[in-house]
């Protein structure tokens, strides 16, 4: 038998444990990692990340204009990239267009001296628990190759995502709500959709769920609206009647079993995942907190709040997409766009790391911020800028990240990394090494093919914990 | 894109601790090695010892060889660095390696560190990565699934059980192990199990009772020819091999656009099957059906194959998208037809696999000079050349204006493309400065590519009012002299050559090295393929597909038995069916894989023949319970000898088509366009959106077109559970499987409704012991809620003064719609009628009065309704929504009728003297005795052309599930005029009575009075409602939709024995 034959049975083993409890015991401990079909399928060691909120500002925010100061740039304002920067390939080939100047403020914030401008004021006075990463590059010029990048380590669709391989290699520690959750801050679709936070060619059971974020978290999660309690309990004993009489006839499909414990999980979601969004548990200060007093606030300061509820609960991963749809894209009038993004962010993202510190959570909760890419110096349509995968910023933080300083560099211009880059590959095995998860052992076969997230080309960057 | 060349050696094996149990190589040691020494070697050595040169007869690029050695001996000894060859020559004691500059103190100390502590190197499974290179070891060629196809003597009997060569085979293993195989399933097993497995959907209950009353001899095999000849046969078989090919129709990146065209290969692949294509053909047609056959509409679209790779539209670095294009194709096509993920040979040779860099590129090379089309016809020759007859033809006709309209549009397209071409990179833009005629085949290629987001940008451009007036009236004149130009041929998505010489591919993609031909996997076939060129082609993909196709190569055959073997019975001999390499699976029968393999070739690849071997077979009628099991399992605990059947859960579409069939809405029209996932036509024709799988199928494991599955996985999540138990889809499906056995079976035996439930969803009888259990839902059904009761709920009068009104309730009743077509209202028109409204919605949903439109902006029709909470014109406004000449506009009254409170309505529709529309919007509050009447006149745009075929409809729209009211509605009426004020005023004077009718003459009316049939035109014109649709359900009928919802629920429904 090849270890490709044991690795499956392995996994559906894990399925069959979980079916064959009774429900009395599952509901006596919810977090017996034994007796969870996600029950964690790698080794790990501990550290001190056990969750990550993944906040997603799609579309692309601007490294030049945030967290990466290029004081060149205000000198070269008008003209065009000196030759001595290489030409990248641009997606609107505005590549020789004049460089654009920021029109931030600048200062450095926090005992680290980190510099952050103006346009993320509350940010900044969380600095000293940032590490930002000026270094971070990327294969996909366009968004859809960006994105998919960032979630998957590829530009083209079909490999799992990040959230897919941190589920398979931990699992969740809560198996009444779902170990990889994702949220957006409007109904437009993320560019590539769901399968960003897909499973490519590992089993469904690993994607992330999509929550809603009012109403009901989950779709078709709580009973229809004609169908009374009554019903559903009286309809739900007849089936579990005939299953598992059909399963105690055919003992050597477990599956039979597992799929009755499906139903009884499923049905305690219908009260577990209500609770989990339910905000009018926070008092009114913690809301605030989060900006949700605020309207321009509210929507993604109800998400950030959400996460913490969830990682609280022993959800896994996290992902929250803030600007749904690219709105992060700017190659024009850049202005105007990142003033109101930013300001829709920048309270919420504070006030989720203020609360994580205050709740002694920022430990165990690795957050990272960043878009699928950068933009570039260049400018795009006069006031735009085009984007930029060779160069660009991501912070993390908490999670065990050591706070306070920058890493890595871009050239002069801040078109290319060019100090300790790291690539995507690089950053997703830094957060699998965050989280205790050696991302070369993190391996699932197919094919014939040993895959792991970073396609054997990642580094974890370890120097981020010192 | 990849990195690859910068570490190269970092590749694939870094740690194998998770599989396999390292020899004695610590973690740390791998560590070591692989940061300090393997970089070492690799940037500094294996230049002049390694794959391209081997200086000394030394390579210093595996374990095995370093240890071997060259021309002075071993260059390490394992723990000995004093005597190890390498240390002495990197120290340049006896060699002085390397010979342009020493190694620093710190790198030589690496090495001898590294050696002393026992030269760990990375291994696998036990096996240490192979040597790179063409040198293949005796084991590697050796490898059992590259041994030529042998034949094998059939087994000496095993005994008396078997009907077939396969149960010889099959027995033979299962006497050594000591086991009896499984006895024969019972008839209704067996016949549920040859449906889903042949046709993917279930038997109907006749089905299996034709069976089981059949006793003459060879029922059996009857009953497989005959479902063989089914044409939905072909239909389940092509799901299974569009899996495989990763089949979808749209582009599976951001804009993930819709490929209209892409069913045309769906259908190639169903009739392929249904016609048993001989399996050879099918492989040659789809790699290389331009070339073998560029006269058959049937070969072109069965090149679709090669297209369904993940397409960017406005993707800029080109040539990166070319390549990703290749890599595609080319990795698809090992997958697919030879079972080897060669995916790891485009940047290295293969670490597991006698598969080289240099064959991923030879397999490539086929490609090479492949183009993409999008242009040619999917038609046969002879239809083409009388298409192309009539269309030069008809552009003989009319030059002057067609050079005219050229002149007009040539600058717009030279605009769109010079704004297209910019996008790219410079080296790019020469290359679209060139003439055609002077670009290589790989510029060609690009050229190509950017000529597609050209056409797209111009497809987009904007033109000027004056010349859009100007083409249209230049197309008007063509038309007056040339007649209508002659419907285009549909497109296929095919490929062609671009000419004769084939193009090298360079190794690794990367232009500085060795380039390579055409050619196959070379440890099979070493040497590069003879080619046949014709005039347009290289022959280089017929070459490839001939060399896959034919009987010598080992793979082909046995991948395609296998697989099919493994669709029958859950897994194959060998259990990876994509991967016959050295980290798959070993066949559990490797002499009757090779046996049905060459049978197969034998009788000239033809699937059915397979099929039929399969299912006449004792192996695949073995009931899934065996009653030595327990002894058995011990000894096989994976089935791996088949001495029982395995139980399996059915497919997302099997289950979707299984639930459909049993509701008796399963739509047996085949072929064609994609369809919505409301369709009631069977899953292979849903439409198959990469970035958006529909969530049912997906939580059943369905496919998103991303990867190629050769087998689906079978997972339980709570999604599913709750997609199956509280999604609409499949609880209108028991809804209409319970009204099918009610019509059926009657409404007065609980017992025989039990019965025919599970009859029709699970192909079995009710056991006694679940007739009560089932019966538990029925506890409100049968114990009376008087039917007229629950009517009386339905129709009631609005406030005390009027007669019975109609309820309409946003989320249980449809709206009511008159019978198709046959009514229709146009302007101008008056509306009256009765109402009370309960709701808003949150959103800016319309709650729609009475309407004869499908919310289509583009399809004329009008609309009444009240607007909700969002809209653009303020909650509650009463409106009039239009699509006529002028478009869609929204005629708002401003008048604000409240909820909870009846009203008298009225709106009439005319075309004002200036050819403008002119709406008169009555509302009268009606539980007042004083209630005013307010009116409000507004004018709009244009109200000719506001018609529609599609029904009327009261409290909705024409298949639309929103915009419906909430309340209550009566005494509507429609007249086909517009009636003065003065008229309606006296219609209201008369506080309602008949609502004048007589007088009138409305051309429909309904008044809900009428005792026999509520929703009868009380105009006498004969415009009934359709009550069908809105007569509340029975709770006999209720608790059976309970019962059939539960039975879809239940395992026995999912998975099969």
């Not at chain 1, 979630?151 to 490999?159: E, F, K, V």
Request: hydrophobic share 35%.
């Amino acid at each position: 038998m090849t270890t490709y034959q044991s690795r499956r049975e392995m996994l559906t083993s894990a399925g069959m444990g979980f079916g064959a409890l009774p429900l009395a015991a599952m509901l006596a401990d919810s977090s017996r990692a034994d007796v969870n079909p996600n029950a964690a399928k790698v080794h790990h060691r501990q550290t001190k990340a056990k969750s990550v909120i993944f906040l997603f500002m799609e579309g692309g925010p601007s490294h030049i204009d945030l967290f990466d100061p290029k004081p060149l740039l205000k000198k070269l304002s008008g003209q065009s990239m000196p030759e001595s920067f290489e030409r990248p390939v641009t997606a609107m080939g505005e590549v020789n267009s004049p460089l654009l100047q920021d029109q931030r403020k600048w200062a450095q914030h926090g005992d680290s001296g980190l510099w952050i401008s103006d346009w993320l004021p509350r940010t900044a006075t969380c600095a000293d628990d940032l590490a930002v990463i000026r270094s971070c590059w990327s294969n996909g010029i366009n968004h859809a190759g960006g994105v998919c990048s960032m979630n998957t380590g590829s530009p083209i669709a079909g490999r799992p995502s990040l959230g897919a391989w941190v589920n398979y290699g931990l699992g969740s520690e809560n198996e009444n709500l779902p170990a990889f959750v994702v949220m957006q801050d409007t109904n437009s679709q993320v560019v590539n959709g769901a399968r960003n936070w897909g499973t490519g060619f590992m089993p469904a059971i690993y994607q992330g769920t999509r929550f809603n974020t009012t109403g009901n978290p989950i779709s078709n999660l709580s009973r229809p609206k004609n169908e009374d309690a009554a019903v559903q309990q009286r309809k739900l004993k007849v089936l579990d009647y005939l299953n598992r009489r059909h399963a105690a006839a055919r003992p050597q499909q477990t599956e039979l079993e597992a799929r009755i414990a499906g139903y009884e999980l499923a049905f305690r979601m219908q009260t577990s995942a209500p609770e989990a969004v339910d905000l009018s548990q926070e008092t009114a200060e913690t809301q605030t907190l989060y900006g949700m007093d605020e309207k321009v606030t509210a929507t993604f300061g109800r998400q950030c709040l959400l996460a913490r509820r969830l990682v609280e609960r022993g959800v896994r991963f996290v992902q929250l997409y803030h600007g749904a749809g690219s709105k992060w894209d700017s190659h024009s009038a850049i202005e105007k766009n990142h003033t109101s993004l930013c300001k829709q962010t920048d309270q919420c993202v504070a006030g989720l790391l203020k609360d994580l510190k205050q709740r002694g959570l920022l430990d165990s909760t690795l957050v990272v911020w960043g878009g699928e890419f950068g933009r570039t110096p260049m400018s795009e349509k006069g006031d735009g800028r085009d984007h930029n995968p060779t160069g660009f910023t991501m912070w993390m933080a908490g999670g065990g990240v050591k706070g306070g300083r920058t890493i890595g560099t871009t050239d002069e211009l801040g078109l290319h990394a060019v100090e300790d880059r790291l690539h995507v590959h690089d950053l997703h095995s830094t957060i699998l090494w965050l989280m205790g998860l050696n991302h070369r052992e993190v391996v699932y076969y197919d094919k014939g093919r040993p895959e792991r997230i970073d396609q054997n080309e990642g580094h974890p960057y370890s120097g981020i914990v010192a | 894109m990849l990195r690859f060349f910068v570490n190269t050696f970092a590749l694939i094996v870094t740690s194998g601790s998770l599989v396999c149990a390292q020899d004695s190589a610590s973690p740390t040691q791998l560590e070591f090695f692989e940061t300090r020494v393997r970089p070492l070697l690799h940037s500094r050595c294996v230049k002049c010892h390694g794959e391209y040169e081997q200086k000394g007869d030394l390579r210093l690029d595996s374990l095995e060889s370093l240890l071997h050695g060259g021309e002075s001996g071993p260059a390490v000894v394992t723990g000995q660095p004093t005597e190890s060859l390498l240390l002495e020559a990197v120290r340049y004691e006896s060699f002085e390696m390397p010979p342009d500059k020493r190694l620093s103190e710190q790198e030589i100390t690496d090495l001898e560190t590294w050696i002393r502590n026992g030269v760990a190197w990375p291994k696998l499974n036990g096996k240490s990565v192979r040597l790179q290179g063409a040198a293949f070891t005796k084991e590697e060629r050796s490898f059992w699934s590259l041994q030529p196809l042998t034949h094998p003597d059939l087994p000496p009997s095993a005994g008396r059980w078997g009907q077939n060569e396969i149960d010889g085979f099959v027995a033979a293993k299962l006497k050594a192990a000591g086991i009896e195989p499984a006895p024969t399933a019972d008839d209704d097993v067996l016949m549920r199990r040859l449906y889903f497995d042949l046709l993917g959907v279930p038997p109907s209950p006749e089905d299996i009772s034709e069976f089981q009353s059949e006793k003459s001899d060879g029922r059996w095999s009857r009953f497989v020819d005959r479902l063989l000849a089914d044409s939905r046969y072909g239909e389940h078989w092509a799901r299974q091999w569009l899996d495989v090919v990763r089949y979808a129709e749209s582009d599976g990146f951001r804009a993930d656009f819709y490929r209209p065209e892409a069913w045309r290969y769906r259908d190639y692949v169903v009739n392929a099957f249904n016609d048993d294509k001989p399996y050879d053909r099918f492989i040659i047609e789809q790699l290389a059906g331009d070339e073998v056959a560029p006269e058959k509409a049937e070969a072109l679209v069965a090149t679709g194959f090669l297209r369904t790779y993940l397409y960017e539209y406005n993707q800029r670095d080109a040539r990166t998208q070319w390549q990703d294009i290749l890599n595609q194709v080319t990795d698809i096509t090992g997958e697919v037809f030879l079972g080897l993920g060669i995916g790891c040979a485009r940047c290295h040779d293969h670490k597991f696999d006698p598969i080289l860099q240099e064959d991923y590129y030879r397999l490539q090379a086929c490609f090479g000079t492949m183009l993409p089309r999008d242009d040619i016809p999917a038609a046969d020759a002879a239809e083409h050349q009388r298409y192309r007859q009539q269309y030069e033809t008809w552009l003989s006709k009319g030059v002057e204006h067609r050079e005219e309209l050229q002149r007009i549009k040539e600058p717009y397209l030279k605009k769109a493309a010079k704004a297209a071409t910019q996008k790219f990179p410079e080296d790019i833009q020469v290359i679209m400065a060139k003439p055609p005629a002077d670009r290589t085949p790989l510029e060609l290629q690009l050229a190509d590519l950017v000529n597609r987001q050209i056409l797209y940008d111009e497809s987009k451009g904007k033109t000027s009012d004056a010349d859009v007036k100007r083409i249209a009236e230049l197309e008007k004149q063509i038309m007056e002299v040339a007649g209508k130009e002659p419907a285009k041929l549909p497109a296929a998505i095919t490929v062609a050559d671009l000419g004769a010489m084939p193009q090298l591919l360079h190794l690794g993609a990367d232009s500085d090295r060795r380039a390579v031909a055409a050619g196959g996997v070379s440890i099979i076939n070493a040497s590069p393929f003879q080619l046949q060129p014709s005039k347009n082609s290289t022959g280089q993909r017929t070459a490839l597909a001939k060399w896959i196709a034919s009987p010598k190569n080992p793979l082909t055959a046995r991948v395609i038995v296998n697989r099919i073997w493994q669709y029958h019975f859950g897994s194959g001999l060998v259990e990876t069916a994509s991967d016959f390499g050295s980290l798959g699976g070993r066949p559990s029968h490797p002499e009757l894989l090779d046996w049905l393999a060459s049978e197969f070739i034998a009788h000239d690849w033809s699937i059915k023949w397979l099929h039929r071997r399969i299912l006449n077979s004792s192996t695949w009628q073995m009931s899934a319970f065996h009653p030595g099991a327990v002894v058995a399992q011990e000894i096989d605990p994976e089935n791996r000898l088949r001495w029982r059947f395995d139980i399996r859960r059915l497919s997302a579409e099997q289950i979707r088509d299984a639930m459909l069939t049993s509701s008796g809405e399963l739509r047996s029209e085949q072929g064609g366009p994609s369809v919505e996932f409301a369709s009631q036509r069977r899953s292979l024709y849903l439409k198959a959106i990469r970035n958006a799988p529909e969530p049912l199928l997906r939580s059943l494991d369905g496919v998103d077109g991303l990867n190629s599955i050769s087998k689906r996985s079978t997972t339980t999540t709570p999604t599913q559970a709750l997609n199956l138990m509280n999604g609409d889809w499949v609880r209108k499906r028991a809804a209409a499987m319970a009204k099918r056995i009610l019509d059926e079976a009657g409404a007065s035996d609980p017992t025989g409704i039990v019965d025919a439930a599970f009859r029709t969803a699970l192909g079995r009888g009710a056991e006694v012991h679940e007739v009560p259990v089932a019966m538990q839902l029925f506890e409100n059904a049968f114990r009376g809620q008087d039917m007229s009761a629950v009517a009386a709920q339905w129709f009631s009068p609005l406030c005390e003064l009027t007669g019975n009104a109609v309820s309409i309730d946003s989320d249980h009743q449809a709206p009511l719609a008159t019978t198709d077509g046959q009514l229709v209202v146009t302007a101008p028109f008056t509306f009256v009628g009765l109402m009370k409204l309960n709701s808003l919605y949150a959103d800016a949903t319309v709650r729609t009065i009475i309407s004869q439109w499908d919310s289509n902006n583009k399809n004329g029709g009008w609309s009444i309704g009240v607007t909700s909470e969002k809209s653009a014109h303020q909650p509650r406004n009463f409106i009039l929504q239009v699509v006529g000449d002028a478009g869609y506009e929204v005629v708002a009254s401003d008048l604000r009728p409240e909820l909870g409170k009846p009203y008298l309505v009225a709106v009439t529709v005319e075309q004002a003297d200036s050819g403008k529309g002119k709406a008169r919007f009555f509302l009268q509050p009606l539980d007042t005795k004083d209630g005013k009447l307010k009116t409000a006149d507004v004018e709009f745009k244009s109200a000719a052309g506001v018609t529609s075929k599609v029904p009327v409809m009261l409290g909705g729209r024409h298949k639309q599930s929103r915009h419906k009211w909430d309340g209550k509605l009566d005494q509507v009426a429609l007249f086909s005029k517009s009636l003065n004020f003065d008229t309606i005023e006296s219609l209201f004077a008369d506080q309602l009575k008949t609502v004048v009718i007589a007088q009138h003459a409305p051309v429909a009316a309904w008044d809900f009075d009428n005792k026999e049939n509520p929703v009868a035109d009380s105009s006498s014109h004969g415009h009934d409602l359709n009550i069908q649709a809105t007569l509340p359900v029975s709770p006999l009928e209720k608790a059976v939709t309970e019962l059939c919802h539960v039975l879809f629920n239940s395992n026995e429904f999912v998975y099969i024995d």
